[in-house]
């Protein structure tokens, strides 16, 4: 297994007012996979992706990627990490308001030792008559879409997606996930996708149902639906 996580948990506050946020998470996942984190607000979602990206530090538990254990005490072998195997896509798009989009996709670029061609992630992400706009002159689907190039471009063995269609409407969001799917097929990046919208569990390989911090379902999905075809 690719990405296995054992026994993880994750507790904030002081020890008369401590919350348990995780309680115990433990899955494994195959290189090259979508996985669908899904469960409502408070669930521990975006605190276990955090935690996989190397943001957040686990009380317990242990995290392996590729055979290697992540050492949560070392902060310069996590922003080793983060710079050479991660790409992150949030709710919030998060980019550079004075650079145009090609500009803001190859920020991504300098952080890779190994970066994909720029010209061939702009023409996967249909974002080639707007690569000389700077983000206030785009919609929200394409300031996510050149997101997803920023994060994409870095050639990560891990896209680490935080409800990636939040703050998009219906059509949009569907677009935004039809994407992340071609990237998983055209690049092999292993996809780890939060949200707690339910329809999107159908277009993943692996979904991970959270509640209280727990996993309380985690199963194969053998009958993939493509993400153009999802309905809520």
């Not at 297994?1 to 948990?9: E, G, I, P, T």
């Not at 798009?93 to 061939?120: F, W």
């Not at 992340?180 to 993943?204: C, D, F, K, P």
Request: net charge negative.
């Amino acid at each position: 297994m690719y990405l296995q996580l054992q026994d993880v948990k994750k507790s904030y506050g002081e020890s008369g007012n401590r919350t348990e946020v995780l309680k115990g998470i433990s899955f494994e996942l195959e290189r090259g996979k979508i996985c669908v984190l899904l469960g409502p607000s408070g669930s521990g979602k975006s605190t276990l992706l955090n935690i996989i990206g190397g943001i957040e530090t686990p009380d317990s538990g242990s995290v392996t990627i590729g055979g290697e254990t992540m050492d949560y005490s070392k902060e310069k072998k996590l922003s080793k990490y983060r710079r050479d195997h991660l790409g992150y896509v949030f709710q919030s798009y998060n980019l550079i308001p004075n650079l145009t989009v090609r500009e803001n996709i190859e920020v991504g670029a300098y952080l890779s030792e190994d970066p994909l061609p720029l010209h061939d992630i702009i023409q996967t992400l249909g974002l080639r008559e707007h690569q000389d706009k700077i983000p206030n002159q785009i919609s929200g689907g394409q300031q996510q879409r050149t997101a997803i190039g920023r994060a994409i471009i870095k050639n990560p063995d891990i896209l680490l997606c935080d409800e990636p269609t939040g703050a998009l409407d219906y059509k949009t969001s569907k677009d935004i996930l039809a994407l992340i799917e071609r990237v998983n097929q055209r690049y092999g990046s292993t996809v780890v996708l939060v949200t707690h919208n339910e329809a999107i569990r159908e277009m993943a390989d692996q979904v991970i149902l959270l509640k209280d911090g727990q996993v309380r379902e985690a199963y194969e999905n053998t009958n993939k639906t493509p993400a153009a075809d999802l309905e809520w």
